[in-house]
């Protein structure tokens, strides 16, 4: 009888308590998209929640961190998340451009800045995905050894945060640099990866600039958590570009659209708003997830702020590109889905 007693007071302490634990936990968590979606894995062609349910990240990506570091703040990304409807943000860190990770750049400060945005991203309940942007490199070997370290730290640094995905290569390019030599890389990094992140979401590039989608189905990579990236540009990626991820698609290849813009490829031209329709609906029938590039104020098509705006968040319509503007009603609209 005492002992019951006793149990019944501890669980009286213990209801009683609730409401203060419940003010304790970051308030954001269990309200967020991330909070409602929990961890993420790679089903059929696209993302699943932690119940198994379809999810749809749609998000920026930073342009280089090191250009535009002033980007990743935490008003950015509550803007964003809460105007835009965003619930992913990619960190995009060149490896051989000015300001690079392998050429000039400041490891500690690229570091630190991936580290504040994906906490940032915690905090604010979206998903992070660490991209190790080659583009001059186009051989995802040549820099092969700090990748693996790279990665091997940050997937030791987030081994328990479910919110971040890790991009592998942004864009593999250059010749001789097809499916099975991209996937050579890959086999090399992602163990190093599971190592320490066993269950998490890897993106893999794919040759030509993340466009070789549909050469992944004949020999995909033995891992049930990678999603293959496909990156278009509207206005120099048409059709046949289309009719390349849908052929992916059809064959079962889990896609994500972890870069893409509606300017042309150069990330300047004039916007094909018929093209980034019939894009618009392919990710739609597909419920692919994507990134827009890029969350900055650059000189250029591609900036989804505009150039003479000096504000690092809250920008009004106004102070969006018009690029910025046709991305944030795209997103807007999805995220009315879920
Ligand atoms: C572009 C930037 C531009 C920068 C250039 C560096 O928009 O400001 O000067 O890189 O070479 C990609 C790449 C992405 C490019 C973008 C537009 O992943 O790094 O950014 N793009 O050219 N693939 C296709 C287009």
Known sequence: MMRLKAQLAMLLAIVLCLPGLAEDAPKTEAETFFGRHGALHVSGTGLADAAGAPVQLRGVSTHGLAWFPEFVNEGAFRTIRDDWGANAVRLAMYTCEAGGYMTDGDRDALEALIDKGVNLCGQLGMYAIIDWHILSDGDPHTHADAAEDFFRRMSARYADWPHVLYELCNEPNGKGVNWPVVRDYAERIIPVIRANAPEAVIICGTPDWSQDVDAVAADPIDDAN?????????????????????????????????????????????????????????????????????????????????????????????????????????MREDGEKN
């Open 226 to 330: 990678t999603i293959y990236a496909l990156h278009f540009y509207a206005a120099s990626h048409r059709i046949a570009l289309r009719a390349r991820a849908k052929k992916a698609l059809e064959a079962g290849t889990p896609v994500f659209v972890s870069e893409f813009n509606i300017c042309d490829a150069s990330g300047g031209g004039a916007i094909d708003e018929k093209s980034a329709a019939a894009w618009r609906e392919l990710i739609g029938d597909y419920n692919l997830s994507y990134m827009a590039w890029s969350l900055s104020n650059a000189d250029e098509t591609a900036a989804l702020i505009r150039a003479d705006c000096p504000k690092t968040s809250d920008w009004t319509g106004d102070e969006l590109s018009e690029t910025g503007r046709w991305l944030r009603g795209m």
